[in-house]
Structure formats: C-alpha cells, structure tokens
C-alpha cells in the first residue's frame, strides 16, 4: 500500500524564539513628557496661577502617591485619579468634591492624550532586535488597566508590534511580583516556545530586579541617570541586571546576552 507524501511527513516542530518584553509607560512612551503638557495645559485653561515648574513637580508627585496607592488596593482606579485631581486643585485654592474632581481629572485627562507619543529610540530599538534575533516576539508587561493601556497602543499605532499585553488589573498581580512575570511567559509559551526571554523597563527595582529575580534578564532603561540606593545597587548586581541609558543601545546589549541564553536546539530529523 502506498504512503501519500502528506502522511510521510513528520508533524510540524514549533521553533522556540527569543520574547522581548517593556514596560509602556516611561520606557516605550514618552509618559512623563505627556503628564507635564498636560498638566500645564490643563492649568492655563483653569486660569490657575503659580510657576509652572513647581505645577510639573506637584503633578508628578501626586501621580506618584496615589496611582501607586491604586496599585497596593488602598484606592479605585477612579479614586485614585480623584484624588489627584482634589489635591492639585487645593494647591491653587479651588476645592473640589468628589465628583467634580472626576470632571476635572476627565479634561486634564484630554490635555495628557493629546499629548501621547513614542520616544525617538522606540521603533528603531524594536526594527534592530528584530533584525538581530530572527523570530523575536515582543510583548507588554504594564501596572495599569488593560483597556487604558491598549488605548495608548492603539493611539501609538504599537498593536501589531507585540503579541500579547499583560496588564496588573486583568492579572491580579503588580510588578515586581515575579508572577506577573511567570504569568506573562507562559502566555508566550502557549504559543510558541520560549528559548530566552528579557524585560526591559525604567524602574530599577519595579521592572528590571523583579523580571531577573523571576528568571528573565532584566533591564533597566536609565533615561536620567539616575543613582539607585545602596540595596537596589547590590541586589540588580546579584541578579544580572543590565543598564541602558537608551533604547539605541539595546539591541547590543541585550542581543549577546539572549544569544548566549539559548540553548542548541536539538537536530531534527
């Protein structure tokens, strides 16, 4: 009896790849730069006074205080931009109750999406490593509402860049817990395999110390230069952490070490 060639044939071999992950916020988008024109468009429109510097600073520091109180529990998404909103209105003398904070926060909110943009080395980061490691998935790891932070994908015109965004609130788990992390592996690996995996981020120890305490190398984007503590300092030495001040130069960094991280495939027959 006769074999058809499609019989003979042996089943298909999933190829395992390299997967790349980032944080969006900060790292792939130019967060930060977003919040501070917002913020002071916002305040132009209210007529409120004061140096718009030190509006920057106050903005920063609320968003920093209570988005992570959103992140521990202590506050709803809603409250927490609430709060925000109450906060910096007292500093300019204009009391607001709660659901006019939540107003309030919605048109800020319009000055910071206008606002939304990559940073310059983003694209070109994501056109090199994929030119460097054939088959290379990206993917998103961000602390933050999945529909929120896709709306900036989609705005950004990022989608069909990355397979798969894990975000905290549809996972249950912030970073730097390391299952957020095993979590966001595991949905690769229900695709394809996984040879080596990275995750790179702007925190040091939110982002790059929890992704290499959770077995992926972990990189830390230090746009600013900044100087971590003595503790952040030893434990990102201990776990392999690798620094970058720029995308630009991840691809040389982490290129090398996703190569050296893979395993010789076995031969197939």
Excluded: C
Aim: charged share 25%; net charge negative.
């Amino acid at each position: 009896m006769s074999v058809s060639s499609a019989a003979a044939e042996p089943p298909a071999v999933r190829r395992a790849t390299s997967v790349v992950l980032f944080d969006l916020d900060d790292t792939l988008m130019a967060h930060r730069e977003a919040v501070e024109a917002g913020i002071v468009s916002h305040m132009r429109e209210l007529a409120y006074t004061g140096d718009e510097a030190e509006a920057r600073r106050l903005w920063h520091a609320l968003e920093e205080e209570h988005y992570h109180a959103y992140l521990a529990g202590s506050l709803t998404f809603e409250g927490q931009r609430r709060a925000r909103a109450a906060a910096f209105a007292a500093a300019h003398g204009h009391d607001l109750a709660a659901e006019a904070a939540g107003e309030w926060f919605t048109r800020y909110f319009e000055h910071y999406r206008a606002s939304w943009a990559l940073h310059d080395d983003a694209l070109p980061a994501l056109d090199e490593l994929a030119r460097i490691l054939p088959g290379v998935r990206f993917g998103i790891i961000t602390n933050g509402e999945l529909d929120f932070q896709t709306a900036k994908l989609v705005q950004l015109d990022l989608p069909g860049r990355f397979a798969h965004v894990i975000a905290s609130g549809a996972v249950g788990v912030t970073k730097p817990d390391a299952a957020i992390f095993r979590h966001a592996l595991e949905v690769f690996a229900a695709d394809t395999p996984v040879r080596a995996a990275a995750y790179v981020g702007d925190r040091l120890r939110t982002d790059a110390i929890g992704a290499a305490e959770a077995g992926l190398v972990g990189v830390w984007l230090n746009r600013r230069g900044d100087s971590p503590s003595a503790e952040d300092d030893a434990d990102a030495e201990a776990s392999g952490v690798l620094e970058v001040t720029s995308l630009a130069q991840l691809p040389a960094v982490l290129g090398p070490r996703l190569v050296a991280e893979q395993p010789t495939p076995p031969p197939v027959e």
